[in-house]
């Protein structure tokens, strides 16, 4: 069997190495082709990944960069259609719900190739964000569909998807609850993250208490406004409670920072308010996430992996497609309002009663979504027919 994954974000390249790590240990022949779009360029966000996560260099890299959603997808269709017709995959496998995973699925549905879609189902129910459209469109031309949730499963159902609709095509695909390939990782590397890395004597972490935070949405980071009143809520959690804000810095939210952000924070900033760092890598949020007393974040991922390391969540985001995290109570959704920002860190704030049921799997998602593309694979499924 021949998968072709495509990557192209730091999250996907995360989730990827979950399933490339299940691949070494799979009982059967299975070759692997890896396209990075090049949607994520800068080596913090990108590399860094790669080589800690030790996933196999890409066989491809599009080197697509930034650009306005129209012009980077239209560049992603034109490489991956490329590639597509030379691999010929049995299956085309994305993640999540960047432009990356928009234009793979465009390209390979048109060339029907059979579309495997994880972290399926996932729904903000906000159309204003450029990644609602993208998972949703991803979601309805795939053939097999692996949500991580059974939220993120019943909202497939909602839509029209059957249960076992075999065979499984374009037409009549396959939705499977498989469990978090996040999940997958941070069970995998939470008992060594701290001896592969420095960040917690680079920072002087010691056993002082500390909020971890971040932030890099669009609408976060380009409006004044919202941006302002985020760092201004920020600044005084952090002078009133003695808690050090650890902020590892998107490159978007440090660019519109010089930008955007009041002189008058900026001043209180330098004061040592809000602790920046460069982007963390993924073993160094496991290990800041694992010490952290709370999570601050507009992060999806982020916002998970505060749950898998039991700690309270303040979401600045509108809404979440992680409601199990809200309805579970260790979890808040505050938008950019300073109100609700300050009574949920008053709430969690040495909150001793919170409790963080299993929602995400057993640890072995990759697994299943191998055993499920090769059982799967049209050829199979062909042979079976005749």
């Known amino acids: 069997m021949k998968l072709l994954t495509v990557i192209g974000a730091r999250p996907q390249i995360i989730k990827a190495a979950a399933l490339s790590r299940a691949l070494r240990s799979f009982s059967e022949p299975v070759k692997e082709i890896i396209v990075h779009t090049g949607q994520h360029y800068d080596p913090n966000m990108s590399e860094v990944f790669i080589n800690e996560l030790e996933i196999p260099r890409p066989d491809y890299n599009l080197g697509v960069g930034s650009g306005n959603h129209g012009q980077q997808t239209a560049a992603m269709i034109v490489g991956l259609e490329e590639i597509l017709l030379k691999e010929n995959p049995d ?28 972290e399926a189902g996932l729904r903000s129910f906000n159309k204003t964000m450029p990644e609602e459209i993208n998972r949703i469109l991803c979601d309805h031309v795939s053939t097999l569909l692996f949500s991580p949730t059974p939220t993120g499963y019943n909202n497939l159902l909602k839509e029209g998807f059957k249960k076992n609709a075999m065979p499984f095509s374009a037409d009549h695909p396959g939705i499977f609850l498989c469990g978090d390939l996040m999940f997958d990782n941070s069970v995998y590397y939470a008992g060594t993250a701290r001896q592969k890395t420095d960040i917690y004597e680079r920072l002087s972490l010691g056993k002082a208490k500390f909020i971890l935070t971040t932030i890099h949405r669009n609408n976060n980071t380009d409006e004044p406004q919202r941006l302002n009143i985020l760092f201004r809520s920020l600044l005084e959690i952090a002078e009133t409670s003695g808690l050090r804000i650890i902020l590892p810095l998107h490159p978007r939210t440090k660019k519109m920072l010089e930008q955007n952000l009041d002189p008058e924070l900026k001043s209180r900033m330098e004061n040592g308010g809000i602790e920046i760092t460069e982007p963390a890598s993924f073993l160094e949020m496991i290990v800041l996430e694992q010490e952290a007393q709370m999570v601050i974040t507009d992060s999806g991922g982020v916002q998970k992996e505060a749950y898998f390391f039991k700690k309270p969540c303040i979401i600045l985001r509108p809404e979440t497609e992680w409601v199990e995290l809200v309805e579970n109570g260790s979890a808040r959704v505050c938008d950019a309002d300073p109100v609700r920002i300050k009574d949920a860190f008053n709430y969690f704030n040495g909150n001793k009663t919170l ?28 042979s079976a027919v005749l």
């Open 355 to 382: 409790q963080y049921p299993a929602v995400f799997g057993n640890g072995h998602a990759a697994t299943f979504i191998l055993e499920q593309l090769w059982s799967n694979r049209p050829h199979a499924i062909t």
């Open 91 to 118: 299956w085309l496998v994305v993640y999540g719900d960047t432009n990356s995973t928009l234009a793979a699925a465009i390209a390979g549905s048109k060339l029907q190739i059979p579309v495997a879609h994880i």
